[in-house]
């Protein structure tokens, strides 16, 4: 196995558990070729630090797999490391009342790059880099031997050039047929695993559509902006909102969110789904003197419209600001965002900044993080991307 030096400043950060190798972290860049090449760490001083895999993925060139130098990256290694992240979940498997959930979570569970999400039977593998997709066979022969297993579909995350958008992404086993009726306590959700690089519903906020639900939601009347299928509001009702109001720009929202209503017999009819602009509808809003005892702001960390290009480290405040204007005294607003590159911290500035802009006072009623099966790595706080605040207009 070929070894690769670091420079010391990434080796510091290696020996303290980083464990992401950081594009500029070699001190001789060619020295790796192919994707998925695996290699041996050293120092300076040519100490042997982490056994690694080569794949190329946003900040970073690779991932540490082993800090045991005698540890071997082979197919048993990967059996391994998934068996344990099952075993993990298996108090998730034995629940009824929710067959969708993330088995693997990439750096959380030990390998990076790449994550596995169960919907009722089906595995959903998520590739980030060429590189771990040279291991594919490893993998996809650990989840054929998994609980209640149908069949794998996969999305290759690491195509930017859309070479694959049109491909099928079923790999193996049983087709399924879609929509997929999954359940989430005691909820339906209308997924496809087979239409572009999103499913009809983010997993990862499970506990937040819970607390909708059961803290939040009686009797109000919920704004859900950027409603994508609108599973909040799913939930909302659930919960007994009067009524809510889904505005997304994307066009299929409205087909998507009518039939995230009807798979749960859900009136349909009496909710508004608006394809236009948020920040359209704001103004709107606002022109029309609406106010809401609810408003949910999940915007994704970056999109760019006809008018609008919209970064959350940037326009947070703003879509705060924007928001109390049409938010009822002591009405609740929750705020949410999966930017992986602040922290809490940041986030609560910018929240602050948007309430300091309106003049208005507020109090924090709870903060929501990753569910359970979302493992994150201690030593790399990125893994920790979801920060949602609840949030009380007074
Ligand atoms: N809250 C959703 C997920 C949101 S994903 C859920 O819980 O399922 C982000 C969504 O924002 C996408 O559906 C995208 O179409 C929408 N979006 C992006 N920019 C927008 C804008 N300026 N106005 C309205 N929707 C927007």
Request: aromatic share 14%.
């Given at each position: 196995m070929i070894e690769v030096k670091l420079t010391n400043q990434a080796a510091q950060n290696i020996k303290q558990g980083y464990p992401l190798i950081m594009k500029d972290a070699l001190v001789d860049s060619k020295q790796l070729k192919k994707e998925g090449t695996l290699f041996k760490i050293v120092d300076s001083s040519n100490n042997y630090l982490a056994t690694a895999y080569y794949g190329i993925q946003n900040k970073g060139i690779g991932w540490v797999l082993s800090r045991n130098k005698k540890e071997t990256i082979d197919a048993s290694f990967f059996k391994e490391?998934?068996?344990?992240?099952?075993?993990?979940?298996?108090?998730?498997?034995?629940?009824?009342?929710?067959t969708a959930f993330r088995i693997f979570n990439s750096e959380g569970d030990g390998i990076g790059g790449v994550t596995i999400d169960y919907y009722a039977g089906y595995y959903l593998i998520d590739w980030y880099s060429e590189g771990i997709y040279a291991y594919r066979k490893d993998i996809y022969h650990v989840l054929e031997t998994a609980q209640n297993y149908q069949g794998i579909y996969e999305k290759k995350r690491f195509d930017k050039q859309g070479k694959y958008i049109e491909q099928d992404d079923f790999v193996m086993g049983e087709r399924a047929e879609f929509p997929l009726i999954i359940k989430e306590n005691g909820m339906n959700y209308a997924v496809n695993l087979n239409d572009g690089a999103?499913?009809?519903?983010?997993?990862d906020q499970?506990?937040?559509?819970g607390l909708i639900r059961n803290k939040y939601a009686?009797?109000?009347?919920?704004?859900?902006?950027?409603s994508y299928t609108g599973a909040f509001s799913v939930a909302a009702l659930y919960g007994g909102a009067k009524k809510t109001i889904n505005v997304d720009l994307a066009k299929r929202s409205k087909v998507m969110t009518e039939e995230q209503f009807k798979v749960n017999e859900l009136d349909y009819e009496a909710q508004e789904i608006r394809v236009m602009d948020v920040f359209n509808y704001f103004r709107y809003a606002k022109r029309h003197e609406l106010e809401f005892d609810i408003v949910i702001l999940d915007p994704p960390s970056f999109a760019r419209s006809k008018k609008?290009?919209?970064s959350t480290a940037k326009d947070y405040p703003e879509l705060i600001s924007d928001t109390i204007a049409i938010t009822k005294q002591n009405g609740v607003i929750v705020a949410s965002t999966n930017n992986a590159s602040f922290g809490m911290k940041k986030f609560k500035q910018l929240i602050d900044q948007g309430f300091k802009q309106s003049n208005v006072q507020y109090k924090i009623l709870?903060?929501?993080?990753?569910?359970?099966?979302f493992k994150t790595n201690k030593n790399y706080p990125e893994s920790n991307y979801l920060k949602v605040v609840f949030l009380e207009k007074l």
């Amino acid at each position: 196995m070929i070894e690769v030096k670091l420079t010391n400043q990434a080796a510091q950060n290696i020996k303290q558990g980083y464990p992401l190798i950081m594009k500029d972290a070699l001190v001789d860049s060619k020295q790796l070729k192919k994707e998925g090449t695996l290699f041996k760490i050293v120092d300076s001083s040519n100490n042997y630090l982490a056994t690694a895999y080569y794949g190329i993925q946003n900040k970073g060139i690779g991932w540490v797999l082993s800090r045991n130098k005698k540890e071997t990256i082979d197919a048993s290694f990967f059996k391994e490391k998934i068996t344990q992240a099952l075993k993990k979940r298996e108090n998730f498997y034995q629940n009824p009342e929710t067959t969708a959930f993330r088995i693997f979570n990439s750096e959380g569970d030990g390998i990076g790059g790449v994550t596995i999400d169960y919907y009722a039977g089906y595995y959903l593998i998520d590739w980030y880099s060429e590189g771990i997709y040279a291991y594919r066979k490893d993998i996809y022969h650990v989840l054929e031997t998994a609980q209640n297993y149908q069949g794998i579909y996969e999305k290759k995350r690491f195509d930017k050039q859309g070479k694959y958008i049109e491909q099928d992404d079923f790999v193996m086993g049983e087709r399924a047929e879609f929509p997929l009726i999954i359940k989430e306590n005691g909820m339906n959700y209308a997924v496809n695993l087979n239409d572009g690089a999103m499913t009809g519903i983010f997993l990862d906020q499970r506990n937040v559509r819970g607390l909708i639900r059961n803290k939040y939601a009686h009797k109000k009347l919920v704004l859900n902006t950027f409603s994508y299928t609108g599973a909040f509001s799913v939930a909302a009702l659930y919960g007994g909102a009067k009524k809510t109001i889904n505005v997304d720009l994307a066009k299929r929202s409205k087909v998507m969110t009518e039939e995230q209503f009807k798979v749960n017999e859900l009136d349909y009819e009496a909710q508004e789904i608006r394809v236009m602009d948020v920040f359209n509808y704001f103004r709107y809003a606002k022109r029309h003197e609406l106010e809401f005892d609810i408003v949910i702001l999940d915007p994704p960390s970056f999109a760019r419209s006809k008018k609008f290009t919209f970064s959350t480290a940037k326009d947070y405040p703003e879509l705060i600001s924007d928001t109390i204007a049409i938010t009822k005294q002591n009405g609740v607003i929750v705020a949410s965002t999966n930017n992986a590159s602040f922290g809490m911290k940041k986030f609560k500035q910018l929240i602050d900044q948007g309430f300091k802009q309106s003049n208005v006072q507020y109090k924090i009623l709870e903060e929501e993080y990753l569910p359970e099966d979302f493992k994150t790595n201690k030593n790399y706080p990125e893994s920790n991307y979801l920060k949602v605040v609840f949030l009380e207009k007074l």
